[in-house]
């Protein structure tokens, strides 16, 4: 099998890129949440995102994502502190420290509850993929109020 041919040339850069070489931001697509590239956007010309999500501790949950979907060819998180509870579909399910889940494409989900130091690995394809707000399936359990410690 030959190939396709390419009318720009496929960008695959090295990439390395150190806790401290790029902040976290606020300007993602949660504004509850915080975001830290980690530079495999630029690396692959846009083939495919790498970022850290944590919870921002100004934003407990209180309403979550709602009901969406993602336009994307692949997504997975990988959790790396605390826990996220998601509805993926009609399934309740927890993702805690450890936990790797591949979000097929176009899966309804919603992420409704989160630990405060929830931190986990999003990597995405493309990188500029979109969401989409969903007609939810089912009602969404209510999101445990954090405790000030």
């Known amino acids: 099998m030959v190939a396709p041919m390419l009318d720009t040339p496929l960008v695959n850069l090295f990439s390395h890129v150190k806790p401290g070489d ?3 931001r606020q300007d993602g697509l949660r504004a509850f949440f915080l975001y830290r590239d980690l ?4 690396a692959t010309g846009g083939r495919v995102i790498a970022q850290m ?6 934003c407990p949950p209180e309403h979550g ?3 969406h979907r993602h336009v994307n060819d692949f997504h997975i998180v990988l959790m790396t502190k605390g826990w ?4 993926y579909e009609e399934k309740e399910t927890l993702v805690a420290a450890g936990d790797c889940v591949h979000q097929r494409p ?3 989900h919603y992420l409704y509850d989160y630990s405060p130091d929830m931190e986990y690995l999003e990597v995405v394809g493309p990188a500029d993929f979109g969401t989409v ?8 359990p209510a999101p445990t109020p ?3 410690g």
């Open 106 to 108: 176009g899966v309804v």
């Open 84 to 87: 996220a509870k998601f509805m």
């Open 146 to 148: 954090w405790t000030k």
């Open 39 to 42: 530079g495999v956007a630029d």
């Open 133 to 140: 707000e969903a007609e939810g399936p089912c009602p969404v």
């Open 53 to 58: 999500v944590k919870a921002n501790p100004d």
């Open 22 to 24: 790029t902040p976290w």
């Open 65 to 67: 994502t709602g009901w």
